[in-house]
């Protein structure tokens, strides 16, 4: 298969591109690096990437900002911040490929733990991760041509400790590779519709 990874040079993203490459045609994007570049939060940069890369079997994203910050101190522009990277710039990319999937391709979008175990200062992300999975349950019944739509759910990854640990006390941390197997799942498997959950 021919697959588009976007957010290739993260930590989820650099793991799937491996993980698939094994098998398959990997063609890495990303806002500032990867063999095509686009910020997803842009419909237009998200037409024009695929239009660069022509036909494919598979878009996958592991990419998407959110803000984390306490409740009371939390404004629109916060919530903007999730609002147009993690859940529109995936809404973007689900929209614009459909025109660009063979038939029976997918596409696989991330959510996250908290939209179903919040955390404290996650309120925003909460609210963004469980948009993707509403918005991937709605997609997945209108998709044409066998197209399929899944997201992926990891809780807090080892490889973030140093970084996110802090947020996800008492939190089982999974290691990166658990993930790069539930898009691989999504990719290569037949289901539609599905949130799998990395926990």
């Known amino acids: 298969m021919k697959i588009i990874v976007i957010g290739a040079s993260g930590t989820i993203g650099k793991a799937v591109s491996s993980h698939l490459a094994a098998r398959h045609e990997i063609v890495r994007v990303g806002a500032s690096s990867g063999d095509v570049r686009a910020d997803i939060r842009d419909i237009a940069q998200v037409r024009h990437l695929f239009e660069q890369v022509g036909k494919v079997d598979a878009v996958v994203v592991a990419a998407g900002a959110v803000h984390f910050g306490a409740l009371a101190e939390l404004g629109p522009e916060q919530f903007q911040v999730g609002i147009a990277s993690k859940l529109m710039g995936q809404v973007n990319v689900a929209q614009v490929a459909p025109a660009f999937l063979n038939d029976g391709g997918s596409i696989t979008l991330i959510s996250g ?80 519709g599905q949130v799998y959950r990395v926990w």
């Not at 733990?113 to 948009?131: D, K, L, Q, T, W």
């Not at 140093?162 to 498997?189: H, I, N, Q, T």
Request: proline share 6%; charged share 20%.
């Open 113 to 192: 733990i908290v939209g179903e175990h919040p955390i404290r200062f996650g309120a925003s992300a909460s609210m963004i991760n469980s948009a993707v999975e509403g918005f991937v349950r709605g997609a997945a019944i209108e998709l044409p041509r066998g197209l399929r739509i899944n997201a992926i759910s990891p809780t807090v990854l080892e490889e973030s400790l140093d970084s996110y640990g802090p947020y996800f006390y008492g939190f089982e941390a999974a290691p990166v590779s658990r993930v790069a197997l539930a898009y691989s799942r999504s990719v290569e498997g037949a289901q539609t």
